[in-house]
């Protein structure tokens, strides 16, 4: 298990507090130990191997900052980002799958769920169960609120509960999954403000996980489809208020940008150290390229850009567990950390030359799993628009 401390916020922001250096630094070796060794072969299989999804939950990384009460860290949510960025440094499928569980599942539990809610399910998400944010359909896209999966309240004998049919795609550790944060329409006719936040078992009558997506990157985190065909949801196992659950997506998916910088940082940080590291090794007209000012400028300018996406999503991070508004900052930093890691792994990729092309060095693969960044959790445009319309008053 891992040590984690009450919040503490050093100033400048790259300073962390020295129990916050023990754990960047624990994850940082389970990272490279443990996770390094099998990261192609999960990548080239499409498939997260069980036994170092068991070790995240043995060392405590998918419940970070569930409180202790509830068999949790008891950390706070700028741990969860340092977690997230020294995963992706090695494999950002690793990331992927714990910024799914801290930043949008964990994260909306604790803010929304009830009591009885919390003690029923964060001990099963801090010691084995896989959640999943189920939100995106075939339809509903950046237009997140034109989702069409119906819930429709039933009362019987059977005891107050919900009937819920519909279909979701591109849902985040669906796969792996025991539960999911699924947002369903109890009231079509009043549009987004039908929206109701509900926590669907995967045993659940009428729930299934259906096709699995063959992607370009970050392959061994699953990505599927969801069928909901009648399936029954007791009433208990609504979150927050009926049609209020637009207010839990927009808020948690803020707080989820910032994971995803995390993620880009991770990933662009990784890539500079793999050209750096090979730079200094590979020789060409009788020394190494590192000494060549072509190869230098290309690495500085990688190493200016991620320290300034990772100052970025620090920020964000900060400010949000000192309860200030971060809105704009963690569309800032999902937005430019999503460039700066699509750069950088492209930058890899040349400084290693031919090789860099093959699945003989990593740079490869983190080119193809930096794409994402700017698709998922918000594409770049959808992050401009939230940026404009902060800096405008959200005129418009």
Same mark, same amino acid.
């Given at each position: 298990?891992?040590?984690?401390?009450?919040? *503490?916020?050093?100033? /400048?922001?790259?300073?962390?507090?020295?129990?916050?250096?023990?754990?960047?630094?624990?994850?940082?070796?389970?990272?490279? +130990?443990?996770?390094?060794?099998?990261?192609?072969?999960?990548?080239?299989?499409? #498939?997260?191997?069980?036994?170092?999804?068991?070790?995240?939950?043995?060392?405590?990384?998918?419940?970070?900052?569930?409180?202790? +009460?509830?068999?949790?860290? %008891? %950390?706070?949510?700028?741990?969860?980002?340092?977690?997230?960025?020294?995963?992706?440094?090695?494999?950002?499928?690793?990331?992927?799958? *714990?910024?799914?569980?801290?930043?949008?599942?964990?994260?909306?539990?604790?803010?929304?769920?009830?009591?009885?809610? $919390?003690?029923? =399910?964060?001990?099963?998400?801090?010691?084995?169960?896989?959640?999943?944010?189920?939100?995106?359909?075939? %339809?509903?896209?950046? &237009?997140?609120?034109?989702?069409?999966?119906?819930?429709?309240? *039933?009362?019987?004998?059977?005891? &107050?509960?919900?009937?819920?049919?519909?279909?979701?795609?591109?849902?985040?550790?669906?796969?792996?999954?025991?539960? !999911?944060?699924? !947002?369903?329409?109890?009231? /079509?006719?009043?549009?987004?403000?039908?929206?109701?936040?509900?926590?669907?078992?995967?045993?659940?009558?009428?729930?299934? #996980?259906?096709?699995?997506?063959?992607?370009?990157?970050?392959?061994?985190?699953?990505?599927?489809?969801?069928?909901?065909?009648?399936?029954?949801? /007791? $009433?208990?196992?609504?979150?927050?208020?009926?049609?209020?659950?637009?207010?839990?997506?927009?808020?948690?998916?803020?707080?989820?940008?910032?994971?995803?910088?995390?993620?880009?940082?991770?990933?662009?940080?990784?890539?500079?150290?793999?050209?750096?590291? =090979?730079?200094?090794?590979?020789?060409?007209?009788?020394?190494?390229?590192?000494?060549?000012?072509?190869?230098? !400028?290309?690495?500085?300018?990688?190493?200016?850009?991620?320290?300034?996406?990772?100052?970025? *999503? =620090?920020?964000?991070?900060?400010?949000? &567990?000192?309860?200030? /508004?971060?809105?704009?900052?963690?569309?800032?930093?999902?937005?430019?950390?999503?460039?700066?890691?699509?750069?950088?792994?492209?930058?890899?990729?040349?400084?290693?030359?031919?090789?860099?092309?093959?699945?003989?060095?990593?740079?490869?693969?983190? =080119?193809? &799993?930096? $794409?994402?960044?700017?698709?998922?959790?918000?594409?770049?445009?959808?992050?401009?628009?939230?940026?404009?319309?902060?800096?405008?008053?959200?005129?418009?």
């Amino acid at each position: 298990m891992i040590a984690t401390e009450k919040r *503490v916020t050093p100033s /400048p922001l790259t300073l962390l507090t020295e129990e916050e250096k023990m754990f960047q630094s624990t994850v940082r070796k389970f990272a490279r +130990e443990r996770i390094g060794p099998h990261v192609r072969e999960m990548d080239e299989a499409g #498939v997260f191997k069980k036994e170092i999804l068991k070790e995240c939950f043995e060392l405590g990384l998918m419940a970070i900052d569930v409180p202790e +009460e509830y068999e949790g860290q %008891g %950390g706070y949510f700028f741990q969860s980002i340092l977690a997230i960025e020294e995963l992706a440094k090695v494999d950002p499928s690793a990331a992927v799958i *714990v910024d799914v569980q801290n930043t949008l599942f964990n994260n909306a539990i604790q803010r929304w769920a009830t009591e009885e809610q $919390k003690k029923k =399910y964060f001990p099963r998400l801090a010691k084995d169960t896989v959640a999943s944010y189920a939100l995106s359909e075939a %339809g509903s896209g950046s &237009d997140a609120f034109a989702l069409t999966t119906r819930a429709v309240f *039933v009362k019987d004998d059977a005891g &107050d509960h919900y009937r819920i049919t519909g279909r979701k795609l591109w849902i985040t550790n669906a796969g792996e999954a025991g539960l !999911f944060l699924l !947002f369903a329409n109890v009231n /079509p006719e009043a549009g987004y403000k039908g929206i109701t936040a509900f926590l669907v078992e995967r045993e659940f009558p009428g729930f299934k #996980v259906g096709k699995k997506e063959d992607k370009l990157g970050i392959r061994a985190s699953s990505t599927c489809e969801l069928i909901l065909d009648d399936c029954k949801v /007791p $009433k208990a196992n609504v979150i927050g208020e009926v049609g209020k659950g637009y207010k839990i997506a927009i808020e948690t998916l803020n707080e989820g940008r910032i994971g995803i910088g995390a993620q880009m940082v991770g990933l662009a940080a990784g890539a500079l150290d793999h050209a750096l590291a =090979y730079a200094q090794q590979r020789k060409q007209f009788g020394k190494p390229i590192a000494e060549y000012q072509g190869v230098q !400028f290309d690495l500085a300018e990688m190493a200016v850009e991620v320290e300034a996406a990772r100052l970025m *999503v =620090y920020n964000a991070a900060r400010l949000r &567990d000192a309860g200030a /508004p971060f809105i704009t900052e963690a569309a800032m930093c999902k937005y430019f950390a999503s460039q700066v890691a699509e750069r950088s792994a492209s930058k890899a990729v040349e400084v290693l030359g031919g090789v860099g092309f093959t699945k003989d060095y990593p740079v490869e693969k983190l =080119y193809r &799993d930096a $794409k994402i960044g700017k698709i998922y959790e918000g594409t770049s445009n959808m992050q401009r628009v939230t940026i404009a319309k902060q800096m405008l008053g959200n005129r418009g």
